[in-house]
């Protein structure tokens, strides 16, 4: 037998810092606030603050749908493409009449559904590596839109539909507007939360830590692994919702989005493969991405160079971490 | 139950991509016919190659990644650096071809053991690992140049240019480039070792192979293929561009021709002449969706159809066998 | 230093100690070899013979003490440094690639060349002469791996380690993974290797094996050396007081009397795998499924957990016809199956021990309220078997073999299943909680349950059985009374002729 009794006190070491952990992240995170705190003091005043969270809203939502798919020990390449596809395709339909703003919304979010729905079951039933899946997903669904629209995006947005992403509850007092964005995305983090604790999130971790044993407990191992990607389309169209909101309507929307938020889940501790790390972990994961592109901005670092200055940070952070849970 | 295995006539994946290549070929040959027109005419062939030719070096490299148990996601960021690099390093001047390629190979090479070492050393996972250095480069990139930059002398240009009867000089390189892969992966020590270490790193460890070394050795290598694939687009294009490698999608295009090729994302098992097989397939299915004029964004979506299909047919075929165990 | 080592020693370990984050594992533990001779090392789990045995072949470097090969004191940095010294070792866990030839396993990382490249023709026909010189010319160089069977897998494991001029070999209990008629094979091949002058050190829980095949034997408990004997002068009981530091009075609980009702009846049901059979599982019993490896015991068990279904033929449970497609149905249909392979399919090690007990609950009958008392009720069940862990938040992987075993009959238990399936439920367990399983399983069948237990170790199947079915080539070869004999039962299943005796 291999399993020696390793020592309680390595395991709460592993345990709290380890992979899997959200410490790193947060203490990631206290430092970049508390040096923006000290480069420009007003972020903190509320409105200020808030509207840094709805910035961040879409990445923390995608981080949320990725983290599901990620702990089953799937990729989700095509989030990214999926965000940009829901853009272009409400700009079309809606094409600047408010009347079509509640249909249109719901069809967003059922086509996120969709696809989340085919990427799973091709995943599943197909036995197709999830990282190709998606990545065929992306594919199609860029070539589907360029040629749906011919190349360049027609339509406009209504004023209706960008509510979600600019407007706010005006008039709060102390805290000014507080932002449809925040509650969306505290609503969907709290459900986030509460999927993970239930019976469903407890299956899915084991499932992605060891799908036979899960399997061969009673477990649904495919419907399981189908209702992450599900997750997490739903959570690429309600960021494309407000991403939709936030700036005009380009091919660019969604660009890259599904390797930041891959990046900020395991930024927040969640290990590639499944079975460790936490959802709060993930959000938290993206909303230290945000914090770190927002400090950059305050420190003057131009546009350009700020991605490699992410980058060298994002690998520093996940080094840290692969070290610590080296044992 | 070995016995049967044995007797079977094995269409694995590996020789399925040139099954397909075949019928796609056929299939493609007959459709372009009744359209009126000629896949197999000198033009849309030596178009057809000259595609295969850069994608498929990169391909090639990919696949010593891909059958380690690694990727490499930042091939692109490293094709668009290096094709600046030797734009830039050569000035137009026929002279400074040399140290223009001495120093593409240098710095493909040094990013390619950064990224080795940040895997081996740092344990990042080589997503990440690669992705974050595709960022920096990226980042690098896109601080210093606005757009395309340099020059290449016309000498340097043969390579973009030139061919041999219908063959561009380029897909020689290409097949060059495999052919070379081809021996290193099955006939040397590094290869064996390679294939080892993708199939279950436990076990290469135990026998005593230095797993760490090999996985260096590896995205050196994959990394250089991206840099020579840079040395072409350079040569294509007359001058260094800044964003060529992320616009064409380099880095996941050549992890899709590798799987089509029949290898396994997780490793160890795999080949060149399959991903040889996937760059054709998907340079063929270019060509005839060029020749029957469809939309060519359309063609995107029926790459990804294709890619996703390719690897269900091999899983499903694969669970097949097993059971038939 | 020590300068006075026997020099005929092969190898000599002198006080040598391991801790791991300041636990220690190992602490002053000396043992040698002599050319020649199997010498066995013995423990409980945790008792530190693994961790012995990896710093004995490089895995592990030791904190104190110090390692001599033929009396020159050496360091073995690393597998490599333990393979230049001439020390291999045979995992329990088989070090082969599936998808590569058996010439390329067996020289992996040490291939040889010619101009520059592998030279693979002196490769096959080195491997050749080495499975020659082993007897195992049914092996072919260029055969895949993953063609091979178990047994003929090991050899391939052997072949490899004497490929490297290995004089001193470590074989971590060689027999986990062989059926009984292949151990045999194992032991000829072993005397073999001795006749060569090759030095073993055997592990195993086996104790057959051990005074089989050993001359010397070193107990381990808590890290430490207890004692080394000559076989000759030991005893199963001896050596068993020596491991648990107490008597174990009885190994077997008492069996039941007349089985119950039936409770499931397979009439003609078969699949790929299992040829059509008949067969009754009776409530408050247990029936025994002895057989070699592959003889289709598990695919038996699979076929009736739903894992690959039966195809044909006709299953009853409790008076209703039934055919579970997927583990999920039969588990609804009160079915339990305690695989053979833990870490492969019975638990989700990176998860917590209460999680790992609740999998099942909460995979079958989710609930989105009123958790909290099905938490409580597993809790008991975890207390109720006896798993011993930090805490019920441990993850499972820090748990000893025979605990994380419980945590898998605790899942089940919770389950309320009126049909167990068991297969090699004491594989890899020490002998202590051994026991503890075999008084659950009874305890179970007690209850009212009907209990199918396949087991490769005879003793235990003979220990346990109400009934024992044999099973040969995918289907029933005999049925035998709880009282039959090793021999009855060795006969039907390797279908030698025999008086069965029973």
Redesign the interface.
Known sequence: ???????????A?R?RWGA?SIWPVVVILVLLLVAIGIRQPEFYDPPALLAFLKRSAPLIILAAGQYFVIVAGDFDLSVGSLVTAEVVIAARLIDGDPAATGPVIALVLGFGLLVGLVNGLVSTLLLVPSFITTLGMYLILVGAVYTWTGGSPRGALSEEFRMFGRRGIEGVPWLGEIPYAVLILLVLAALAVLAMR???G??L??VG??P?????????VAGVRTVAFVISGCCAAVAAVLLGGFGGVSFQVGAGLEFTAITAVVLGGVVLGG??GSVVGAMLGALTLQTLLTLLNLLGVAGALASAVQGLIILAAVAIGGLRART | M?TQ??TRPRIDSTNGVWLALGVTLVVGGILVATDGGSLFSQNSTVSLLQRAAGLGIVAVGQTFCILAGSLDLSVAYVISLTSLIAAETMAGSDGRVLPAVLAVLAVSAAIGLVNGLLITKLRINAFIATLGVGLLIKGYLEQGYAGPAGAVPVSFQHLGYDRVGPVPVAFLLFIGVAAVAW?VIN???Y???L??TG??L?????????TDLVLIRTHVICSICAGIAGLYLASRLGAGAPRVGAEGGYDLESIAAVVLGGAVLAG??GGVAGTVGGVLLLAVIDGIFNQLAVDPFFKQVVRGVVIVAAVAIYALRLRGRR??R | MDSTEPPEALLAMRGVGKS????P?LSDVDVDLKPGEVHAVVGE??A????LMKIASG?YQPDAGTLHVDGQPVALH???AA?AAGIG?I??EF??????TVA?NVF????P?RR???D?RTMRARTKELLASVGAESVQPT?RVR???IAQQQVVEIV?ALSLDARILIMD?PTAALADHEVELLYALVRRLQARGIGILYVSHRLAEVFDLSDRITVLKDGRRVTTLDTRDATPEALVRHMVGRELATYYPPKAGAGGTALVTLTGAGN?RVRPLDLELRAGEVLGVGGLQGSGRSALARAL?G?EPFTTGRMVLDGKPVRPR???Q???NGIA?V?EDRK????????SVL??A???S???R???FG?GARTTGVRALLDAVEVHA?GPD??V?????GN?QKVVLA?WLAMAPRVLLFDEPTR?I?VGAKAAIHELIRDLAGKGAAVLMISSELPELLGMSDRIVVMRDGTLAGELPGSASEEAVLSLATGTPHEVTA
């Open positions: 037998m291999t399993t020696e009794t390793i020592a309680p006190t390595a395991q070491r345990g899997g239930s019976d469903f407890k299956v971790l084991a830590d060891n036979r044993a899960a399997r061969l407990a009673g477990g649904r079975g460790r | 070995s295995a044995l021996v006939r040397s020590r290869g064996h070792h294939i080892a199939g279950d436990d076990v290469a460890r135990l026998s005593g192979v230095r160890g098992k059971a038939a | 791991f984050y300041g636990v594992v789990n945790g530190g013979k693994s961790t895995v690393n597998p490599r393979q070792i995992h329990q070090n082969l690639l599936p998808e590569r390329e992996l990382g040490r291939e060349m520059g490249l592998v693979r055969d063609q091979l069977g490899k209990e790929a957990f894992v997927s583990p999920r039969a588990v609804r199956y695989t492969a399919d019975g638990l989700a090690l990176s998860q999680d790992n609740l999998l099942a909460r995979a079958v989710p609930r989105w958790g930090a441990q993850e992987r820090y748990l000893s073999g994380q899942r890899g020490d």
